[in-house]
């Protein structure tokens, strides 16, 4: 891992993250205060990262944006940025208003606290937050945006709903199966006889948004992504939450809900009646796998590579549920130390016992290296007991990984070039399923 | 002094007087008493983000091979290389069988970097690039971030060079600087002149002045019969096939220049007998210095889209080597057998209205291609506008059944909604990223510019007609949005005039 730069990023700057963000708030529209090309970038990079998803219903070059030039940058921006958000009003039809500020107003220090609450106070839908690029990457920028929301928008509750629960900790856009993601979980919540706001799926709305400050608990389905907002539900609206791993496949899925179901503190018999009902589903419909399972062989040795979220939770689904050999994981993001440590700890006692090897290295070109740390290249001998048959479940950018050690491939990860998505997602039972197809297809895909 | 001495190249608004913002029609650009917005460009009171210079110049910089690009800004600028690499590794596999990512990198600038400068990261970053790549360049890309916190990467550049191996070409491309993309072509241009065609050991240039003058880069011999064919990336390679076809035709050999191109054998284009752009927008800064520098002429006027155009663009390279007559026969026969492939789509087509959004050139081009297939152009959207263009406007005002309005717009897909509500076209053509607007306004569709796709010449004439005859036959796709979905914009806005914000920045009335 480079000290000095970063290879082939996998995420955009807190600008990109938190612009994604707002697109998927229904009826959201954000306003950028950057230069012009900042919405265009994110535009390209989504076309290229995320599952061939570029916009919504206000993304991409549709996005309002101060576009500043030379002259804010000696001048300063306010004015322009006043101009833009009253023409937005006027020209844009939107729920609410979200300005973000991207590297060059901040640096020149322009006021959009001051700007916003001019709007505001007339009665617009208008919140801001300061998300300049060099503050940090896409995903920071997604929490961003939810703190704005615990900030700005959820309203403060008096009364607390046993029965409500928030849930976040997929960054839209950042996770190309970010909707299915979030349904799977969803409706697994929802079998435990919980409403759900998720923000950002179909079944959302900006009134359960409003209401989010009622809920009993945050559900943090990542240990990184969104803790920020987390903190602040806590301390503004009084919301306890609980961090969880993105929960893949029956093994995690079960103790995800084992988790939710003791901190809500519901009966024993719902949870542990849903988990029966869902493994019996799921192994149901495995069942006519397992011929060809045993026949073609279809078990692997594997790398993961992933962000903070696939990273351990693709690898667990590997070791606890696929049976396959996850000797290396790889997470991509550049992480606090006590970040990685957290990642580190929830990787060290897997269920299936399986010891997974967890390293951080934000560029890809170096995978290899750790791979040949534990295992070595062949040595040109007749018997070597090589890393084959294997498989890189990662990004589209480790086919060439897979390319240079001979295993099949499934881009998982963002930058998703290469698949279409639209509202697949591998979280819950369901979810494993769905990615022990797309991972066995691949493998088969010549058959 | 030549622009090429400076250490950057200048805007085009200040170059070309080029301009981004001006709503007006087919007769005012084009026709009697044509009124340019050439000087005092207009600003808009609400706007919609856009691209920078950045993107157009990373689409070339990724192409090259052996070429790391790193990136001198916050980490989010130049993530649109995730898409730009797919085109990186279809076009090494068309052009040499290998599949290969672009490698691209990031000083990922932080706040305590904005504070403390980042001159000392990209120093460090440049060295460690160099020893794990090792790659024969390093294209050093500076964004906004640099700009205004005062970061120099032409010192950096300078100091770092003596301790590595690779070539180090600064580019600079701080998007707040300019409102005219097209600039970054200049950009990239530049620092390809300055750093792999000029010489570095002497702080003048190989051909600057004396006797080295109006000569190949240094002792290199003149190709009399290998012409420069300029692609910046607007062409995929099926496209310079098609231009390589009809150049060979006149028994040319072809360098095409600068993507995908390696810049150790950049020189070659020193050594060329003729330069031929298919777009001014795109070379003009570089072919100008091309011939002040090694005495290379240059083709800088037609765009080879179009039948017409095609030919008018064979014929100048014809013309060039006295080649007149075969460049007749080839044009001949080109459209003889062209217009009768093109016979079965012509009744499909013919007075269909059509919108079309591009880069100014493409769009013109484009948009005369589309009458010669029978459509009829009812509005046009290019992305800015300068002199070159001129010529263009008054071939489709001569055309044109009646006025209609041209946007010169930075995309602004408010304006187009706006327009396309009016003219209601029955096709629309805009460029990547560029047609959500109109599809769920349930108007059939067609991308304008792809690296994949055939737009070019005769074979891109009768392809595109086959693309649109397909488009046309089934419009399920965008109808159905259009039923389902609503875009982003209050009533009252259909309901105002389409140039209502043109020249109101700042408080200005239009």
Redesign the interface.
């Known amino acids: 891992m480079s000290e000095h730069f970063i290879e082939r990023s996998r995420y955009l700057c807190a600008l990109g993250g938190a612009a994604a963000t707002v697109t998927a708030i229904p009826g959201a529209i954000p306003i950028l205060h950057s230069a012009s090309g900042c919405a265009g970038n994110f535009a390209w990079t989504q076309n290229g990262g995320s599952a061939l998803q570029v916009g919504g219903y206000c993304g991409a070059l549709t996005t309002p944006s101060s576009n500043i030039q030379e002259h804010e940058v000696v001048f300063g921006g306010d004015e322009r940025l006043r101009e833009q958000v009253a023409s937005t009003l006027k020209v844009m039809a939107g729920e609410l208003f979200v300005v973000l500020t991207g590297c060059v107003p901040e640096i020149i220090g322009d006021d959009i606290k001051s700007v916003v609450a001019e709007f505001s106070s007339e009665g617009a839908p208008i919140i801001g937050a300061e998300t300049g690029g060099f503050r940090g990457n896409s995903y920071w920028g997604y929490d961003l945006v939810l703190q704005a929301l615990f900030r700005d928008v959820v309203a403060k509750s008096s009364t607390t709903e046993s029965t409500e629960v928030n849930l976040w900790g997929i960054a839209p856009y950042g996770d190309p199966f970010w909707r299915g993601n979030l349904e799977g979980v969803r409706r697994h919540l929802e079998q435990l006889g919980l409403r759900v706001n998720s923000f950002f799926t179909t079944r959302d709305t900006l009134d359960g948004i409003r209401q989010a400050g009622s809920a009993a608990l945050n559900i943090v389905v990542s240990e990184v992504y969104g803790l920020g907002a987390a903190a602040l539900a806590a301390e503004r609206h009084g919301i306890p939450y609980l961090s969880l791993p993105l929960p893949i496949g029956p093994t995690a899925t079960a103790a995800f809900l084992r988790a939710v179901a003791h901190k809500l503190d519901l009966s024993g018999p719902t949870v542990e009646a849903v988990i029966a009902r869902e493994k019996s589903d799921y192994f149901k419909l495995l069942e006519p796998l397992t011929d060809c399972w045993n026949d073609l062989d279809l078990q692997r040795y594997a790398i993961v590579v992933g962000d903070a979220n696939y990273a351990g939770a693709l690898t667990r689904f590997l070791a606890d549920d696929l049976g396959w050999l996850p000797e290396l994981t790889v997470c991509t993001d550049p992480l606090q130390e006590e970040e990685q440590q957290r990642l580190v700890s929830g990787l060290s006692d897997l269920d299936s016992g399986y010891e997974a090897n967890l390293v951080f290295e934000t560029d890809a070109s170096q995978v290899i290296h750790h791979l040949r740390k534990k295992w070595p290249a062949g040595n040109g001998g007749t018997y070597h007991n090589t890393f084959s048959p294997a498989f890189v479940v990662g990004s589209s950018l480790e086919r060439e990984l897979a390319q240079t050690l001979g295993a099949g491939h499934l881009s998982v990860s963002f930058p998703v070039a290469n698949r279409a998505v639209i509202d697949r997602g591998y979280t819950g039972f369901r979810g494993g399923l769905r990615l022990t197809e797309d991972l066995i297809s691949s493998i088969v895909a010549g058959r | 002094m030549s622009y090429i001495d400076l250490k950057s190249a200048p805007k085009r608004e200040d170059r070309l007087k080029a301009c981004i913002a001006h709503g007006g029609s087919v007769c005012d650009l084009g026709g009697k008493g044509k009124k340019s917005c050439l000087v005092d460009d207009g600003e808009r009171?609400?706007?919609?983000?856009?691209?920078?210079?950045?993107?157009p110049a990373l689409a070339m910089l990724n192409t090259l091979p052996d070429n790391v690009v790193?990136m001198h800004?916050?980490?989010?600028?130049?993530?649109?290389?995730?898409?730009?690499?797919?085109n990186v590794r279809f076009g090494g596999n068309v052009r040499w069988g290998k599949v290969?990512?672009g490698?691209?990198?990031?000083?990922?600038?932080?706040?305590t970097?904005?504070i403390s400068g980042g001159d000392a990261?990209l120093e460090?970053?440049i060295i460690?690039?160099d020893k794990?790549?090792q790659p024969f360049s390093i294209s050093v890309v500076s964004g906004?971030?640099p700009g205004?916190?005062g970061d120099d990467i032409d010192t950096v550049v300078k100091q770092v060079q003596p301790l590595v191996n690779a070539k180090l070409l600064p580019v600079h491309c701080e998007?707040?600087?300019t409102?005219i993309?097209a600039t970054a072509y200049d950009a990239v241009y530049h620092s390809i002149g300055r750093t792999l065609l000029e010489s570095t050991t002497s702080e003048k240039g190989a051909g600057e002045g004396g006797d080295a003058g109006l000569a190949p880069y240094q002792g290199l011999e003149r190709l009399p019969r290998t012409v420069n064919l300029m692609n910046v990336s607007s062409m995929g390679r099926i496209d310079e096939l098609e231009l390589t076809r009809l150049l060979t035709g006149l028994g040319l050999a072809v360098n095409v220049f600068p993507v995908f191109a390696h810049p150790e054998g950049m020189v070659t284009a020193t050594q060329a007998a003729l330069s031929i752009s298919t777009c001014p927008t795109h070379d003009d800064y570089f072919l100008t210095y091309l011939e002040e520098r090694f005495g290379v002429p240059y083709l800088l006027k037609h765009m080879p889209i179009g039948i017409e155009n095609t030919g008018l663009w064979l014929r100048d390279v014809a013309r060039h080597f006295g080649a007149e007559e075969q460049g007749e026969e080839i044009i001949r026969r080109e459209e003889a057998e062209l217009h009768a492939a093109l016979a079965e789509f012509r009744p499909l087509f013919t007075g269909k209205t059509v919108f079309v959004s591009a880069g100014e050139f493409r769009a013109l081009a484009t948009a005369r291609l589309l009458e010669e297939l029978g459509f009829r152009v009812v509005g046009i959207r290019s992305f800015h506008h300068d002199a070159f263009a001129e010529g263009e406007y008054e071939k489709l005002a001569a055309s044109a059944v009646e006025d209609y309005p041209i946007d010169i717009a930075?995309?602004q897909?408010?304006e187009e909604v706006n327009l396309l509500k009016r003219v209601k076209p029955d096709l629309f053509l805009g460029h990547?990223?560029?047609n959500?607007?109109a599809a769920k306004l349930g108007i059939p569709t067609h991308v304008i510019y792809n690296t994949g796709l055939a737009y070019i010449g005769y074979r891109g004439a009768y392809d595109l007609a086959r693309r649109l005859a397909r488009q046309r036959k089934n419009p399920s796709y965008n109808r159905r949005l259009a039923e389902n979905l609503?875009l982003?914009?209050?009533?009252?806005?259909y309901q105002s005039p389409p140039f209502s914000?043109i020249n109101t920045?700042?408080?200005v009335t239009a």
């Open positions: 009171g609400f706007t919609q983000g856009s691209i920078c210079l950045l993107l790193l800004s916050a980490i989010g600028c130049g993530t649109c290389t995730h898409s730009q690499n797919a290969k990512d490698t691209w990198l990031s000083t990922a600038l932080n706040e970097d904005v990261k460090q970053a460690e690039a794990r790549y906004c971030v205004i916190i998007g707040f600087k409102k993309w930075n995309v897909p408010f990547a990223n560029g959500a607007t609503r982003p914009y209050t009533d009252d806005w914000y920045r700042g408080g």
